[in-house]
């Protein structure tokens, strides 16, 4: 059903509230958290990294056996991770 | 019929008007024709996305996220020393502030970041004024952690060492509920509403032993010295441990009761003219004002001080940094930079306003007492925000203004709000010391744990012999000055894009003058005190015209008596120094900024009118 007819009814209408209210709350009391926990796991992402490909890099961590055998997990992430190491970063990242 | 002019009510239905004004007008104008923001424009949520940092999140749920970072004790403890001047003065700038310069400031710096592909001040700073400008900034922000910190654990042990003790239980019961929050959360894995469920039931519990087991210290005028010293080692835990164990559950299981707490405050207010019959009547009774001096001799003149004394909840530089840091990273189409930065703000503003209403209820004898009478003591804004919000509150609850319950929970509130912040901010000191010093020969400062002793025992040391007014100011003076050099951020690249200036230039001026001039103030405060003093001048107010009374007023107990008289003077010349070291670094700062603007300004000139988005502008 296209949305615009969903969005004229008074039914949408009230879950669009309810919907506003709860990402509001969520906002409020969770987002901050669960950003901080992603940002975690993130580091642990990079470290993940440096230790799977970090003999490729010229960083010698551990041996290519180890490293090819990790790999097919790691390429999924290749992508990304480059964004992230690579990002610019400043303290006035970390404020929270 | 009620007479409701008596009561808060006009003032608040007043400021929501002029805060929709603010929104919905002149917001809404600013950002067609200044930012002109473009929802069809890719924002860096999504061209940047990594699922981390970038990704794209809804305007509610941002918006909650940047009322929660940037709503804290500042718009609470602040217009008590606004209402100094009078109500009216304290009531105008939170309305006036906060319209033509708290929101810009805050939307603007997310818009800045967005345009800036996501990048925070740091990198912005550098691009705009170059290597020594981005060192100034850093530098600027270490002192401005250090002043925070020390005006937060100040008020933190003086929390403690109030309301007869009832507020140290329940503290530490909320932080205990964190811990184990934590553990079932994350490792016992537990589901997040049955969690909430516990740790709510645990923060109820808590709440209700405060009043029952009642921490006193017995040590007199030394107790705020040593509940600073606990504050201290709370917070070093809260630094040095993972987030998901400390800090994340504990602040999660904080936001509920501090914000439960302002929904009643400003839902009490909005209904005082309903309330009005009951004893005691819930009606302005403090002045008016304005006084363009503090009456009491302490604080100095309306210009600069009331300005910097209400910070958040009118304009605070802290939120450029939130901006710019997270929220902006976040943003998924250009135009929710207003209900998010802008309205968070002023949101922020309608808390400033119900902290208000709850000092304008009280009697001026029991805020600011009678001089020289021990029956009528000054109660200060540590008592007086959570009377003043039990009273308000106590009639929609149906309970006794006085209910040690109601008054533990306000107060509760108070100490909840500074401890969460302040664990943030100490962290963030770790991170900036270890940005700092992490090589050279200074790189032992970058060490976590030196890092953190140095950023907790220096505000320690501050927090226990400086006033807490006088850490106020130098506070709200930094923050302010930052917000100010913000808004020169911003007019900067609005220069380069030679969109309109004049909407954020004024205000920037404003600010940075303003500020500067608060330091001035302060730097004079204290080095008049001990000048008087050397040469021997009597202390013109109170009963007392000893000239020792001209540095003794400027510390606190237990050193503001006479055999510390050298103390504190050691105390004046060093508050003279940290102003000096505040006022120089952010003059410096203001400098290269307008620069930079004077420069922007000449290329934008020789350059094809565009605008703010970088587009042809449009006829």
């Not at chain 1, 993130?42 to 003999?55: A, R």
């Not at chain 2, 840091?325 to 922020?348: F, R």
């Amino acid at each position: 059903m296209p949305e615009t007819k969903e969005a004229a009814t008074p039914k949408s209408r009230g879950r669009r509230v309810k919907d506003a209210a709860k990402g509001v709350l969520y906002g409020m009391a969770a987002h901050g958290h669960v950003t901080a926990a992603l940002r975690t796991r993130m580091y642990l992402e990079h470290l993940f990294m440096f230790i799977t490909l970090g003999d490729m890099l010229g960083v010698p961590v551990i041996p290519p056996y180890y490293s090819l055998k990790i790999l097919p997990y790691a390429v999924p992430n290749i992508k990304s991770w480059k964004q992230r190491v690579f990002r610019e970063r400043d303290f006035t990242d970390q404020v929270f | 019929m009620v007479d409701f002019l008596q009561t808060p009510f006009l003032w608040v239905v007043v400021t929501i008007g002029l805060y929709a004004v603010a929104y919905w007008g002149y917001g809404k104008w600013i950002d067609r024709n200044v930012w002109r923001s473009n929802a069809k424009k890719t924002t860096p949520a999504h061209m940047y996305m990594d699922g981390v940092e970038y990704f794209p999140v809804s305007r509610y749920v941002l918006w909650g996220y940047q009322f929660k970072s940037v709503a804290a004790l500042g718009p609470i403890l602040g217009p008590f020393i606004g209402v100094t001047y009078g109500w009216l003065p304290a009531l105008l700038w939170i309305i006036g502030g906060n319209f033509f310069i708290g929101w810009l400031q805050d939307y603007g710096s997310m818009m800045l970041s967005v345009r800036k592909e996501g990048r925070s001040f740091g990198p912005i700073t550098y691009e705009f004024t170059g290597a020594r400008g981005r060192t100034n900034l850093l530098a600027f922000v270490l002192f401005y952690l250090v002043i925070i910190s020390a005006a937060f654990i100040a008020l933190i042990a003086t929390f403690w060492n109030s309301f007869k003790g009832t507020t140290f239980v329940p503290t530490v019961g909320i932080l205990l509920a964190g811990l184990l929050c934590g553990q079932l959360l994350y490792r016992v894995k537990m589901n997040v509403f049955a969690v909430t469920a516990i740790g709510l039931a645990l923060v109820a519990l808590s709440l209700y032993l405060g009043p029952i087991f009642r921490v006193v210290l017995p040590w007199g005028s030394w107790n705020v010295a040593v509940w600073a010293g606990v504050c201290v080692l709370i917070l070093y835990l809260a630094a040095v441990l993972p987030t998901p164990t400390f800090i994340q559950p504990t602040n999660y299981l904080a936001f509920y009761p501090a914000y439960a707490a302002i929904l009643l405050i400003l839902v009490g207010a909005l209904l005082t003219p309903f309330t009005l019959g009951s004893s005691p009547p819930v009606a302005i009774q403090l002045d008016m004002g304005p006084f363009l001096n503090d009456p009491q001799g302490i604080l100095g003149p309306i210009w600069p001080i009331l300005f910097v004394a209400i910070a958040c909840g009118a304009i605070s530089g802290w939120h450029s940094l939130v901006s710019s840091s997270s929220s902006a990273k976040q943003l998924d189409i250009e135009t929710d930079a207003l209900p998010v930065g802008g309205g968070a703000m002023l949101s922020e503003g309608l808390l400033a306003l119900a902290s208000l209403i709850a000092y304008m209820v009280l009697t001026k004898t029991f805020v600011f007492g009678v001089a020289g009478d021990p029956t009528n003591p000054a109660h200060g804004n540590i008592a007086s925000w959570p009377v003043g919000a039990a009273l308000l509150v106590s009639r929609i609850l149906g309970v006794s203004a006085t209910d040690v319950l109601l008054t533990t929970f306000f107060g509760l509130v108070l100490v909840i709000y500074a401890l969460t912040v302040q664990a943030l901010v100490t962290r963030f000191f770790r991170l900036v010391a270890a940005e700092t010093w992490s090589e050279g020969r200074f790189r032992v400062f970058g060490n976590k744990h030196v890092a953190t002793v140095v950023g907790l025992g220096v505000p320690w040391a501050f927090a226990v012999s400086g006033s807490w007014w006088a850490l106020w100011l130098y506070f709200g003076g930094a923050n302010q000055l930052l917000a100010g050099l913000a808004i020169m951020l911003i007019t900067i690249h609005l220069a380069k894009m030679r969109a309109p200036t004049k909407f954020s230039l004024i205000p920037g001026v404003f600010m940075v003058v303003t500020t500067l001039a608060a330091l001035a103030w302060q730097i004079y405060t204290f080095a008049n005190s001990a000048i008087q003093y050397l040469g021997n001048v009597q202390y013109p107010f109170g009963a007392n015209h000893d000239p020792s009374q001209w540095v003794l007023t400027n510390v606190r107990p237990p050193i503001n008596v006479k055999d510390y008289v050298w103390l504190a003077l050691g105390i004046n010349g060093v508050f003279v120094l940290v102003g000096l070291i505040l006022f120089l670094v952010g003059l410096s700062m203001a400098i290269r900024l307008f620069q930079s603007y004077r420069s922007s300004m000449t290329e934008a000139r020789a350059r094809a009118p565009t605008a703010a988005d970088g587009g042809t502008r449009e006829k």
